[in-house]
């Protein structure tokens, strides 16, 4: 556990791990964890953010190293404030990998409705 | 034919099924994250930027046809279709999901291959020249000497919890192609007054400290080998210091306490330890360099290539560059460069690896070679086949004539992976690749050693580069230092810094400058960037990377 960060209103955050079983990046989300970081829960305050990751924390059957890390709201959800949540974010950036492959399979299944 | 298969496959696999009960108590809740980070660490499992990542060893960096097929198989089945050569002679995959690990161990183990001390601070895969056994100016084929050293130190009880992970090379030609200087240990095999021995270099090492290791003793028979390897980590386990991770690493050890110091407790404690060795190793040896027997080499007429190459431009210019000189007449070791301009440094496809394997089998005595510059490496090929090896490389794209040119770039996987990383290298590697191919210079700027680094730990040995690049994470953009001047090789050197870091978009650009000011200074296209840097210094070269601004 990594708690480096202190949310406020003006800096909000997120809680964000990885996939016990296979891997993959996941947010804290309302109902759980969500591998689509847009749909992550921004925490404004401090108290309810250590909370929460105290409950991440205590999730060690489903995710790995939960961290709480600066993010800012955008148009479609929390969206990344440093280069390192932007590649965790969207996947590297030599091959179509990772968490972007999860957004054009929304974005086509979307389109297909 | 040699057997590279360890004899202990009984072993690899009781380890295999350990770690699948490991990763069963993790999955039930029986053991915690911290717990098992530890197992998991012992068996090359880490948890990356985006995915878990599984480091397998490939003993220095040999492998045989069939190991080659299961990592093939591997990756197709359980990665995204692809393998990736790290600068240890090691291969690593990217995205395996923990609940298959277990898998992946098992089929590992039934062709004697492991992950284990591939990570933690043990003594990790010995590395060593990829030409060793084939090389013509190799005075004696290192790699039963590697073999010993790996059988001795995998899973060695006193060598479980060093301060730090230890890294040895194993060099036996005359030029130093394992980087030895650069080692927690180095050793050259040398012979002096008709015997054989060992120069012993310790304490070098790359990262945020790059330090040149240092000759402890200048001549160590080769009988004394394991005995002298375990007092110099014996002492180096005691008084290597546990309070600062940074400060751990044995080239601290000996910077802080002193070379002669280190030295007299080594020697004292190898009076110890000799008598402890009654002749096992001895025989070990003797079976090795059993199994690294020279194959049963050919003799026949090379006119086939000889016409070849004169018939064909770009097969010509292929053997220029990616040919290194065998010890038997007719014979020429070949470079497979994974480095494809604008692919990835040493990432290598499951076909291609197929393929690879397929090639060793029919023209290559059944044996490849995983080298430090993330390439791979047929020692043994007879000229008159080189041709329709070309051709199936071709046909693979994997013909590429860069080797030791500036494409030929390492680079770790950067923040495109790897979770200690500050910056992305890897992109940097292939804007680069691209750029001076299309310029239409690399040919013209000849011999160049670009070495990338994501972070300052150096895994892509930028200290070690002719030009190295580390990427740093500069108030939250990604900004690069240029150095100067390294080498791994001839002369070996850590490169100077030549300055302020550049922005990413402005890396290929100073780049282009840098060597275009090399062609302009340079004495003549024999000189090769390096020498030129040598004979001007560094003026000519900031110069470039620098220009003053034009006044208005």
Known sequence: ?113 | MFDVRPVDTDYVRHRAAQFRAQVERRLDGSLTEEEFRPLRLMNGVYLQLHAYMLRIAIPYGTISPDQMRMLAHLAETYDKGYGHWTTRQNIQFNWPKLVEIPDMLDKLASVGMHAIQTSGNTIRNVTTDAFAGAAADEYMDPRPYAELLRSWSTDHAEFQFLPRKFKIAISGAQRDRALVAAHDIGLRLIQKDGQTGFEVWVGGGLGRTPMLGKVIRDFLPEADLLAYIEAIISTYNLSGRRDNKYKARIKITVHERGLDVFKAEVEEEFQNRRRDFHGADREALAIFRDRFAAPAFRNGPTDGYEAERARNGAFRSWTDTNLHPHKVDGYASVIVTFKTHGETPGDASADQMRLLADLAEQYGHDDLRISHDQNVVLPHVHKSDLPAVYAALQKAGLAVANAGLTSDIIACPGMDYCTLATARSIPIAQEIATHFKDAGLEDEIGKLNIRISGCINACGHHHLGHIGILGLDRAGVENYQITLGGDGYDIPAIGERAGAGFPYDQVVPAVDRLLRAYLEVRADASERFIDAYRRLGPAPFKAALYPEPAHA
């Open chain 1, 1 to 113: 556990m990594s708690k480096a960060f202190v949310p406020t209103a003006a800096k909000p955050g997120v809680i964000t791990a990885n996939d016990l079983r296979e891997g993959h990046n996941l947010w804290m989300c309302e109902d759980g964890w969500t591998a689509d970081p847009a749909q992550a829960t921004l925490f404004e305050d401090e108290a309810i953010a250590d909370l929460a990751l105290l409950k991440a924390v205590g999730q060690s059957n489903i995710v790995v190293g939960p961290y709480l890390v600066e993010a800012r709201r955008g148009p479609n959800g929390p969206e990344p404030t440093h280069f390192r949540e932007a590649f965790r974010q969207r996947g590297p950036s030599n091959y179509f990998h990772g968490i972007q492959t999860l957004k054009q399979a929304k974005q086509s299944e979307a389109s297909n409705v």
